[in-house]
């Protein structure tokens, strides 16, 4: 089945279960689901409901889709997503993406739990997204490009788009909020790095690691959305700190996730 066939039975779908415009679609990274749960009179579908949806197998997220209404936006929030290294496709990971734009989703904000590479920040610091380097040995784009989808060679110079990350600064700064900026550098697990990976990775320009995010912004902008790229430092990369564990990750979203969840909804406000 082509992939257009797929969108238009996953979009009918949604659109039968109660989903309508979307001014704003958010994928919320390992721990920081909650934020789905102060949407407004939500319509909560569980992937495993969704025609071609995959289902999240990672601890800490929940798994479903939910719609409604967040700081006067319609949002349509992912609480949890897909990973390379859980053995999908890239087409299966950036799926919900495709989804996003087949239902006219005009912006996304991508979210992540990442490791700190930057030595001047500390786990708990939120990090702006400036740009991201892809050393996940593959990209989404690869295969025959539907030009009524995206172009064949979209232009990745803005990824994150410039005034969404105005926005960004602008509203950390009017909260009082402490917010680093950086490069995403993409990964794909699901071991985390070793110290010389950590090391390659400061040297070549990135702030922070993960296993998540870049293919899905690769494919938000060939589908034409403005993004905006949010991580949670929760831990310190490899040989930065004594030893690296899930469980870690977990309990800083859980320290973090209130001021996540303020600035998330303050920045939704302004776009």
Not at 77 to 99: C, D, I, L, S
Not at 152 to 170: C, G, I, T
């Amino acid at each position: 089945m082509d992939l257009q066939t797929k969108l238009n039975e996953t979009t009918g779908f949604l659109k039968e279960k109660g989903i309508g415009q979307v001014d704003v679609a958010l994928i919320l990274g390992s721990g920081l689901g909650e934020l789905a749960e102060e949407i407004n009179t939500p319509v909560i579908i569980s992937y495993d409901e969704i025609p071609h949806f995959p289902i999240s197998t990672v601890a800490g997220h929940a798994g479903q889709l939910v719609y409604g209404e967040l700081s006067g936006k319609k949002v349509l929030a992912m609480q949890g997503r897909f990973h390379f290294y859980e053995g999908n496709t890239m087409e299966v990971v950036t799926y919900p993406v495709r989804v996003f734009s087949a239902l006219n989703t005009p912006s996304i904000i991508v979210t992540n739990a990442a490791g700190g590479v930057n030595e001047s920040f500390t786990p708990g610091d939120l990090m702006l997204i400036t740009d991201h380097i892809n050393f996940m040995g593959t990209n989404p784009l690869i295969g025959p490009n539907d030009d009524k989808i995206g172009p064949r060679f979209p232009d990745m110079s803005r990824a994150y788009d410039v005034e969404y990350q105005q926005l960004a600064r602008e509203t950390a700064r009017f909260m009082d909020l402490k917010l680093q900026e950086g490069v995403y550098m993409g990964l794909t697990g699901p071991t985390y790095e070793t110290p010389a990976e950590i090391r390659m990775a400061r040297t070549i320009g990135a702030s922070a690691v993960g296993m998540s995010t870049v293919p899905e912004v690769i494919v938000g902008v060939h589908s034409g959305m403005r993004v905006l790229g949010i991580s949670c430092i929760t831990n310190m990369a490899a040989g930065m700190q004594v030893s690296l564990n899930h469980e870690e990750v977990v309990e800083t979203t859980e320290r973090v996730k209130e001021t996540f969840k303020a600035l998330v909804k303050e920045i939704l406000k302004g776009m």
